[in-house]
């Protein structure tokens, strides 16, 4: 293996925004800042929202429901 070609390794401690903190090995540095992990990550927490998304969708129909017949009267 040549030597000097590899990054140096750091006992690294990432700290999340909710409060969470965890150690690791990181080559970026020995401080790791993130905004979400899986601690407050609502996959991982069960705390999913679900949207409906059936209003917007048949709005979005609605809205271009003339456009496919639009662009075949202007022969495009």
């Known amino acids: ?4 070609i590899h990054p140096k390794l750091h006992k690294a401690t990432v700290r999340c925004h909710c409060g969470y903190e965890s150690e690791l090995y990181s080559t970026i540095g020995e401080e790791v800042s993130t905004e979400i992990c899986s601690n407050c ?3 991982y927490t069960g705390k999913q929202r679900f949207v409906d998304t059936a209003g917007r969708i048949d ?4 809205k271009f429901a003339n456009f496919d017949a639009a662009s075949k009267v202007k022969g495009n």
């Open 41 to 43: 990550h609502p996959f």
């Open 1 to 4: 293996m040549k030597k000097d």
């Open 59 to 62: 709005r979005f129909k609605k």
